[in-house]
């Protein structure tokens, strides 16, 4: 499973090196994921530059995951069978049927004692503990029209 969004930009390069590789492509609407990396991206440049600029920052961020996002709809469509898709909203109302599909993608059975672990997991890192992160479309540059025409390919294809 690839983590982070700046895989998105080297899957053909993982598929290349490693051609029996099987992608768990995780998915949640560009609305809400591109303004929150912006609000994170720019907390990191707050650490570090004299005057950083919001709207620098979610212009360079959104354009960067919209570059990868392309590069991975284009090698997902020449290796299809290499990817398994797992909706965000899923994980959070019914996270083992995902699991459930994950493990059998990748040839695994799912047993009574990882069912256990994932439920600890979850008991101890409930979603509601976490503080709130808060930001706006507005304060990054962002307008939800501009966002939806930016991922349009995406949207269109998984939401």
Known sequence: ???????????????????????????????????????MNYNLWVMCADKPDPKVVGEQWAAKYAKGMLHTLHTRDAKPDAFIDVWYKDTVTDPFKP??????????????????????WREDNKREDRPSHEYTLEQFGFSEEGLKTQFAAYRERYL
């Open 1 to 39: 499973m690839l983590k982070t969004p700046h895989h998105l930009h080297h899957i053909a390069t993982l598929l290349r090196v490693f051609p029996d590789a099987k992608i768990i492509q995780t998915h949640r609407d560009p609305l809400q994921t591109i303004p929150s990396a912006a609000s």
């Open 99 to 120: 699991a459930q599909a994950v493990y059998d993608f990748i040839g695994m059975e799912f047993t009574d004692e990882a069912h256990a672990a994932m439920e600890k």
